[in-house]
């Protein structure tokens, strides 16, 4: 596969189940997706950033922080459509790989973008990261979504559950910080045709139970190859990670 340009888009959405209005939150001044959209900006490995979204807010609100922004339909149920609606337009054309960098995602490493990219030039379908656990608080939450490779790295399932599960027991602290116990990291790498083949697939039924948009792509036969990481700081999506967020934003802005 050729190592042309990457083209890197942040979805946005309005609606929020967990934190209202998540992308305009307010967290050290800031709104979070501005927060993501001036750390992904500056990553070399991407030849141009853009955010996606469905709410002319978000639009009005890019532009004032100097973002790139597309309108997209208020109809797609997952970031990977409004990605595809994105990659089908003309001027979107030419890219050898997309990277779907998720808007709740302030820590995204570039380390963790590569990876990604680099599984789909492996061969892979698609491309993300996974990290350590690392706790049995984040093992049990729902909001932590797990993954489970095969020997090659290609994903075999992601769940909200504690997986994989120990017959009889529980996990010991050692074995939470290295696999299997691994948690996903909000970002895919696709090729433009992959991006389009998922985006025109419909729902799956295990979609519809866990509520993850990457197990239509598991369903339908497509491989996700997932890097592991040594570590990734944890997403947004509650008032109390929109918190945390803020102490570690703080204090790298007075270091």
């Known amino acids: 596969m050729s190592n042309g340009p990457i083209l890197g888009v942040i979805p946005a959405r309005l609606g929020s ?26 990553f070399q490995i991407f030849e141009r950033v853009v955010v996606a979204t469905d709410a002319a807010e ?42 779907n960098v998720q808007g709740d995602e302030p820590f995204i490493a570039e380390e963790h973008v590569a990876e990604a990219v680099a599984q789909v030039r492996k061969g892979f379908d698609i491309g993300t990261v996974a990290a350590p656990v690392g706790s049995m608080e984040a093992w049990h939450d729902p909001g932590v979504v797990k993954v489970t490779r095969r020997a090659d790295g290609a994903a075999l399932y992601f769940s909200r559950s504690p997986i994989p599960h120990v017959r009889g027991g529980a996990p010991t602290a050692a074995a ?11 970002l895919y790498a696709y090729r433009p045709e992959v991006l389009r083949q998922w985006g025109a697939l419909p729902e799956s039924a295990l979609e519809s139970i866990e509520r993850l948009e990457q197990l239509r792509a598991l369903s339908a036969g497509l491989t996700i190859g997932v890097g592991v990481v040594a570590g990734a700081a944890a997403g947004v999506d509650t008032l109390a990670d929109a918190e945390r967020a803020e102490l570690r934003l703080r204090r790298e802005q007075h270091t």
């Open 176 to 186: 939470l910080s290295a696999e299997p116990y691994l948690r996903h990291v909000g």
């Open 17 to 42: 189940e967990r934190l209202s209005r998540k992308p305009l939150h307010l967290i050290a001044g800031r709104p979070l997706l501005e927060w993501v959209w001036r750390r992904v900006s500056g």
């Open 58 to 99: 978000i639009v009005e609100a890019c532009r004032e922080w100097g973002a790139e922004v597309e309108l997209t339909s208020a109809d797609h149920g997952s970031g990977t459509e409004r990605l595809g609606e994105l990659v089908a337009r003309a001027e979107y054309a030419g890219y050898d790989v997309v990277v």
